[in-house]
């Protein structure tokens, strides 16, 4: 089975902190996803990468920023944390862009509260 | 951007009853896919469809699709406990790999 963790449940940062989300996945994909959940919006598109340094910026780029250096491992990181970046994060992944079938496979989610 | 948008927004049956929710939307896809969430976790994928069929099964699962009104339904048969959730649906336009999820359904189930 695929397996994709995140390296918090819970995190409490303040504003204005340079905060770090982890998300690896085991199956060896392509392409990987950071999305934010908020009520009533459903999941939105950060950023997503479909190979090692590479990166694409989603719905709502502003106010962070994605590494990838290996091809398991893809960072979020919020430059300068700001309440309204208060929310669920989700991190996901799927195989080989253009396979024409590209089911998601999720982490279990960050809860990040900025204060 | 968001493509998919539920309908409703929430159900609340019982234990044993039929579960109905709809999805449509705007664009040309290649696929459509539908999740579930417990609460407070990630997503999990339960179905796809492709643009090219109308109706798929999955245990007690059945999703339908209607390209020219740009639409589907996922059924949930004989629904249970477990069962408790938000379904979402997802698109993905045609040569593309992101999917666009719309706002989900939450669906409780009452034994």
């Known amino acids: 089975d695929v397996k994709v963790t995140q390296s918090s449940r819970y995190l409490v940062k303040r504003t204005g902190e340079k905060v770090f989300l982890e998300c690896v996945q085991d199956?060896?994909?392509?392409?990987m996803f950071w999305y934010r959940q908020d009520p009533g919006l459903g999941l939105r598109l950060i950023y997503f990468?479909?190979?090692?340094?590479?990166?694409e910026k989603g719905d709502i780029p502003e106010g962070y920023s994605v590494s990838r250096e290996k091809k398991e491992r893809f960072s979020l990181i919020l430059e300068s944390a700001s309440t309204n970046q208060t929310s669920m994060y989700l991190c996901?992944?799927?195989?080989?862009?253009?396979?024409?079938?590209?089911?998601?496979?999720f982490g279990p989610g960050t809860r990040l509260t900025v204060l | 951007s968001q493509q998919g948008e539920e309908d409703p927004q929430a159900l609340s049956i019982q234990e044993g009853e039929n579960a109905t929710m709809n999805c449509s939307y705007k664009?040309?896809?290649?696929?459509l896919q539908w999740y579930r969430q417990n609460s407070g976790r990630g997503l999990v994928h339960l179905i796809l469809?492709?643009?090219?069929?109308r109706e798929k099964h999955s245990g007690r699962l059945r999703v339908t699709l209607d390209t020219s009104k740009k639409s589907s339904s996922l059924l949930i048969t004989a629904s249970r406990a477990a069962d408790t959730a938000s379904y979402f649906c997802?698109?993905?336009?045609?040569?593309?790999?992101?999917?666009?999820f719309g706002a989900g359904t939450t669906v409780t189930v009452r034994a």
């Open positions: 996901a992944s799927s195989l080989l862009r253009g396979a024409g079938v590209n089911e998601q496979f």
């Open positions: 664009t040309s896809i290649n696929n």
């Open positions: 990468s479909y190979d090692v340094k590479m990166k």
């Open positions: 997802a698109t993905d336009n045609k040569g593309d790999y992101k999917l666009s």
């Open positions: 199956m060896d994909h392509e392409n």
């Open positions: 469809i492709r643009s090219n069929e």
